[in-house]
C-alpha cells in the first residue's frame, strides 16, 4: 500500500457547518405544469435562432425509454425539452447544475451525480425514473461538453445499463450547437444554424435479443459525430472575426516545433509562441498556415494528434504532471469553499491534491482505475474565468485552478490514455493468468 500523507485521507476536514449534498436522494415527480414551464421558457430562449428537430424511427415509441444526448454547450437542454415535449424528462446533472438552485433542480426531477464517480445509489433513481414514473430519463454520456466538436469518450457501462433496463434507447444528437457556442469561446456566439436529429436506435425488444457488448457497440455508433465535418458538408460558412479565439486551449501543442501550451489566438489566426508560426481558421470551416506546409487542415485531426503524441508518453511511461494550485470546492451547491494553494500530481497512480485546509493537512487521491475521463472547464464561468480541472469524490469536488497555463487539455488526454492503458494491462494480464490455468489442465488431462 503506498505512503499516506498525515491527516485527512479523500476528504477537506471542514468545519462542522458544511455540509455535502446528498446525491443518493430520489429524484421527485415532474409536476405538469414544470414540464410546460421548462419548454414555454426554452422556446423563449430559442427565438431568433435558426433551428430545426427531426424525428427519425420514433413511431410507437413512448416513455419511459433512455435518451442519450451529445453535449455542447447549454442550447442543448433547451433544445431537449423542446423536442420532448409534451413528456417528462428526468435528467441526471452534476452537481455544479444545482448550484445556487438545488431546490429547482430538485422540483424538475433532476438527479445529482459528481463527474466520473461511482455512484451506487443512481441506479435506484434511474429505476425509479423509468420503472415507477415511467418518464424518459435523458443522459449526457459525454459528462462534459465536447471539445473538439466530435465525440468524447463514452463509458463502457452504457450496454450493461441499457441491458438491464430493458426500455428502449433514443439517440439525440445536437449539429451546430458547438459551432454556435464552442466550449472554449462560448461567450461570444456565432450565426450558426442548428440542426437536431432525434432517432430510436434500439427497441425495447432489441434490447432484448443483443447483448450488453453489442448493445454497446451500437450506442458508441449512433453517438458519433463531427462539427467541422459538418460545417463542411452544409456549406456553412463563419464570417465572425473572433472565430478563432480561445482555440488554442485545445490546439496546445505547436505541429511544426512540437512546444506545448505556447500557442495563442487572436482574431481567426492561432500563433504559435515559441516558433512564430501561424494558421488561419477558414470561413468555412479548414486550417491554412500563413506560411509553409499546413500540417493540419481538419481541427480534430491536430486535436487527436496531440492525444496520440500523450498516448506515446503515457505508454513509454514518462508521462507525469506536477504544479501549484489554487483550490475551490462544492461540497453542497449554494456556495464554493475557497481551500486554498495545494499540489496536484497526476501520473501513473492517478490524481493526488496534496495540501492544507484550517492548519490540518489532506490528501485526496483518485486512482487511475477509477476514473476513465476527467472534467475540465475553460473560462469557468462559477469561480472565476479561468482554465479548471474538476477532481471528484463521492461526496465532494475540487475546483482545481492550475499555476501551469494551457495544460487542461493534455490533462484530459492523459487521463482518458491512462485508464486504457491501465484496462489493456489489467486484461492482459488476465488473459496470461487464464492462458496458464488452461495449460495445466491440459498437463493434467495429459498426466491423467
Known amino acids: 500500500m503506498e505512503e499516506m500523507t498525515p491527516g485527512v485521507f479523500n476528504e477537506i476536514p471542514y468545519e462542522k457547518s458544511v455540509r455535502h449534498y446528498d446525491t443518493s436522494k430520489m429524484p421527485l415527480h415532474q409536476l405538469g405544469v414544470f414540464t410546460f414551464l421548462i419548454y414555454a421558457l426554452s422556446k423563449i430562449l430559442m427565438v431568433g435562432k435558426k433551428y430545426k428537430i427531426e424525428k427519425i424511427d420514433m413511431e410507437g415509441i413512448k416513455p419511459p425509454y433512455i435518451l442519450l444526448s451529445n453535449h455542447m454547450h447549454f442550447v442543448d437542454f433547451y433544445l431537449n425539452a423542446i423536442a420532448t415535449y409534451p413528456h417528462k424528462v428526468y ?18 426531477g433532476c438527479m445529482c451525480k459528481r463527474k466520473f464517480t461511482t455512484d451506487p445509489d443512481l441506479l435506484k433513481s434511474v429505476e425509479n425514473v423509468l420503472y415507477k ?17 466530435t465525440t468524447a469518450i463514452l463509458p463502457d457501462s452504457m450496454g450493461m445499463l441499457v441491458k438491464k433496463m430493458k426500455v428502449p434507447v433514443v439517440v439525440m444528437l445536437h449539429h451546430g450547437n458547438y459551432l454556435y457556442t464552442p466550449f472554449w469561446n462560448y461567450r461570444k456566439p456565432r450565426k450558426v444554424p442548428l440542426y437536431t436529429t ?7 425488444e432489441e434490447v432484448q435479443e443483443l447483448s450488453a457488448v453489442e448493445i454497446q457497440e451500437k450506442i458508441t455508433a449512433a453517438m458519433q459525430y463531427d462539427e467541422h465535418r459538418w460545417q463542411q458538408e452544409q456549406g456553412i460558412r463563419i464570417t465572425e472575426p473572433h ?3 480561445g482555440l488554442h486551449k485545445i490546439l496546445y501543442q505547436c505541429p511544426h516545433c512540437m512546444t506545448e501550451s505556447k500557442m495563442e489566438s487572436k482574431g481567426a489566426i492561432l500563433t504559435c ?12 470551416g479548414y486550417l491554412r498556415a500563413l506560411e509553409g506546409e499546413t500540417e493540419f487542415t481538419h481541427i480534430p485531426d491536430w486535436f487527436e494528434w ?13 508521462y507525469s504532471f506536477e504544479d501549484e494550485v489554487e483550490v475551490f470546492s462544492l461540497p453542497a451547491c449554494m456556495k464554493f469553499q475557497k481551500v486554498g494553494k495545494a499540489k496536484l500530481t497526476h501520473n501513473a497512480d492517478g490524481f493526488t491534491v496534496e495540501g492544507i485546509y484550517k492548519d490540518k493537512p489532506y490528501r485526496i487521491h483518485r486512482p487511475v482505475q477509477g476514473m476513465y475521463g476527467v472534467h475540465i472547464e475553460y473560462d469557468y464561468c462559477y469561480v472565476r474565468p479561468e482554465d479548471c480541472i474538476d477532481i471528484s469524490t463521492h461526496n465532494d469536488s475540487l475546483y482545481c485552478y492550475p499555476t501551469k497555463q494551457n495544460v487542461v487539455t493534455k490533462l484530459s488526454f492523459a487521463t482518458e490514455e491512462l485508464y486504457r492503458f491501465k484496462m489493456k494491462d489489467r486484461l492482459e494480464r488476465r488473459r496470461q493468468r487464464l492462458a496458464r ?9 495429459a498426466q491423467a
Open 91 to 108: 435528467n441526471i446533472a452534476t452537481v455544479d447544475g444545482y448550484y445556487r438552485r438545488p431546490f429547482l433542480m430538485e422540483w424538475i
Open 133 to 149: 414514473k415511467k418518464g424518459i430519463l435523458s443522459m449526457y454520456p459525454e459528462a462534459r461538453y465536447s471539445p473538439a466538436g
Open 198 to 204: 432525434v432517432k430510436c436506435v434500439l427497441t425495447a
Open 243 to 245: 472565430r478563432a479565439e
Open 273 to 284: 509562441s515559441a516558433c512564430g508560426k501561424q494558421w488561419e481558421w477558414t470561413e468555412d
Open 306 to 318: 496531440e492525444r496520440a503524441n500523450v498516448r506515446r508518453e503515457v505508454e513509454e511511461g514518462r
Open 437 to 445: 490455468v488452461k495449460d495445466k489442465d491440459k498437463e493434467k488431462e
